[in-house]
């Protein structure tokens, strides 16, 4: 029997899907190489898929349709999930500056083009935009509260190489902070009040749990209140400020529903 010819899928044709292949090789050497596990990689890996599955079956869709807005939409919040996720790899020192920078510039880049198709989608063309995309900047970076809680993750970091290395609160802390992170970025990208006050809450309840843990470290004399008075600062801070964010947005949704 003859060899078939490999015919090329839609998707595989287009020059963001290869830029997609190269980001996830790119993430999948970070997490290969990092000299210990750490939630956020379990964030990436979800997320970085999902970049993948929605871009080709939005691409799938047909030109102008609901359904490939949609599922470029949730492509385009799953970049922001990997960027900030990139940022919390950072902060926990399990990469470099200079992966980082790399991750988050093929990223802002897949997150432009996902951006064109959906605007040409929505103008009946059928071809990808090709645009500069400007910084590698993602919006959600220029909050205050986003850098806040890098800040809370960062003091975790140090915080947690005096415990023990398989104690299970290191793993709540991780999850809990990371969790803040990850739903401010998410919530910051979503396009209505609902959605977004739906992530920012989620993340003021991340950040209530990061409180708990170490309250209850200081109830089992495994840590003093004076070690632990600016990781709990951070953490009032975070949800002093998501609940503003949250109140302010309502308010406004309010007065223009």
Same mark, same amino acid.
């Given at each position: ?30 997490? %290969?190489? #990092?000299? &210990?596990?750490? =939630? $956020? ?8 898929? +999902?970049?993948? !599955?929605? @871009? ?10 609901? %359904?490939? #807005?949609? &599922?470029?939409? =949730? $492509? ?8 900030? +996720?990139?940022? !919390?790899? @950072? ?10 920078? %790399? ?155």
């Amino acid at each position: 029997m003859s060899e078939q010819t490999h015919q090329n899928l839609p998707h595989e044709r287009l020059d963001i899907y290869r830029v997609y292949l190269e980001a996830a090789n790119l993430c999948a050497d970070i997490v %290969a190489n #990092a000299p &210990y596990p750490i =939630v $956020a990689f379990d964030h990436l890996d979800r997320a970085m898929e +999902s970049i993948g !599955v929605n @871009l080709m079956r939005g691409n799938g869709q047909p030109a102008g349709s609901a %359904a490939r #807005a949609n &599922y470029l939409n =949730v $492509a385009i919040g799953s970049t922001h999930e990997c960027a900030a +996720s990139l940022d !919390v790899c @950072l902060a926990r020192c399990v990469m470099n500056e200079s992966a980082h920078t %790399a991750g988050t510039q093929k990223l802002w880049r897949i997150r432009g083009m996902l951006l064109g198709m959906k605007r040409a989608s929505i103008s009946w063309a059928v071809r990808e935009e090709r645009a500069q995309y400007g910084t590698s900047k993602f919006p959600f970076t220029t909050l205050d509260m986003y850098r806040v809680s890098l800040d809370g993750v960062r003091w975790i970091q140090q915080y947690v190489e005096e415990l023990e290395p398989k104690s299970r609160t290191q793993r709540k802390l991780d999850t809990s902070t990371t969790g803040t992170v990850l739903n401010i970025a998410e919530g910051h990208g979503r396009q209505t009040v609902a959605d977004q006050n739906r992530f920012m809450k989620t993340a003021q309840e991340h950040a209530y749990q990061t409180l708990l843990m170490l309250d209850l470290m200081v109830a089992k004399n495994e840590t003093t209140e004076h070690r632990i008075a600016e990781g709990k600062r951070t953490q009032v801070r975070i949800i002093t400020m998501l609940h503003a964010w949250c109140e302010c947005n309502e308010q406004r949704n309010d007065q223009h529903p």
